[in-house]
């Protein structure tokens, strides 16, 4: 009888913790998802105070060509290149530091989002269209990441938050 009992005591104890464990790692996601993203954001603000007030992403890798609309998948390219790499004050990307690439890397990886799962979640979206900085953008969850280039706020493309009551999105 005490077996059955001592059984029944740890199966209520077990299940009333599951909930706890739960809400443990929401909580964990969640905070690093703010590491992340801060450190994503520093990045890209480090590098445009470094580059003439000019965007990772902004322009192409070699450091001339202005990117537009039309154009995303280029400046998703170029902006993760030119915050992983060296680069020069325009932005020209190079595999290794000399006088004139004296800038970055700013990271060693485009952080994953750890609220999604898979290639997505390691992924970045430019945009070009909006350009109100306070605007509520909705999130598509196409990617990890969403960058506006002509504001340079960088996002969770995400629809959690944090836990400051921040939205990620």
């Known amino acids: 009888a005490l077996a059955v009992f001592s059984f029944f005591l740890l199966l209520a104890a077990a299940v009333l913790a599951i909930p706890y464990f739960h809400l443990d790692n ?17 990045a890209a603000d480090l590098y445009y105070h470094q580059h003439g007030h000019r965007y990772p992403g902004e322009y192409w890798l070699d450091g001339k060509t202005r990117l537009a609309r039309g154009r995303e998948t280029e400046a998703a390219r170029a902006f993760v290149a030119q915050l992983t790499g060296y680069t020069n004050a325009a932005g020209k990307v190079a595999p290794h530091k000399s006088a004139e690439f004296r800038y970055g890397p700013y990271l060693d990886s485009l952080p994953p989002n750890p609220l999604m799962k898979g290639d997505a979640a390691r992924a970045i979206d430019m945009d070009f269209t909006m350009s109100d900085p306070n605007a509520a953008y909705p999130a598509d969850g196409r990617s990890g990441w969403r960058y506006y280039l002509n504001t340079g706020r960088l996002v969770a493309n995400d629809s959690a938050v944090l836990a400051d009551g921040t939205e990620t999105a």
């Open 26 to 42: 929401d909580h964990a996601r969640l905070t690093s998802l703010e590491q992340r993203l801060g450190a994503l954001r520093t």
